[in-house]
């Protein structure tokens, strides 16, 4: 696993020098994926989805990259990913919730529910 001070932070800081580098070389479309699952460990992954909302600060979309990852599973004591996708579509709404405007899955339909839900949630 990477050592971090504050994963949040240290990973914002990190975002906020690439993206500066992406807009002076003229790109400017740019997507945040703050790589859950990526050399972190699952307290690190549910502070990452928890604090979500703390890389609004760089004004591009934030990519959630949850689905079927290892620490759901492992989480819920689950053999592996197949076990996952209540797992998945419980966290894709907490993401939401806290700010993820992009959902990368692999169950389609189940995420396709998840977001028609938190819509409705959100216009109450």
Do not use: W
């Not at 001070?5 to 990973?11: A, G, Q, T």
């Not at 990526?38 to 604090?51: M, V």
């Not at 939401?96 to 109450?124: F, K, P, W």
């Amino acid at each position: 696993y990477t050592s971090y001070e504050d994963i949040c932070l240290d990973i914002v800081d990190y975002f906020i020098k690439k993206t500066t580098l992406a807009k002076e070389a003229g790109i400017i479309d740019m997507i945040i994926d703050p790589g859950i699952g990526f050399s972190k460990n699952i307290q690190q992954n549910f502070l990452l989805i928890k604090q979500l909302s703390i890389f609004q600060i760089l004004h591009k979309p934030i990519l959630l990259g949850i689905s079927r990852k290892s620490f759901l599973y492992k989480t819920l004591q689950k053999e592996n990913a197949s076990e996952a996708l209540n797992a998945t579509t419980a966290m894709h709404m907490a993401g939401l919730i806290n700010g993820a405007n992009i959902l990368r899955v692999h169950d389609v339909a189940a995420a396709q529910e998840c977001i028609t839900l938190y819509n409705a949630y959100m216009a109450s």
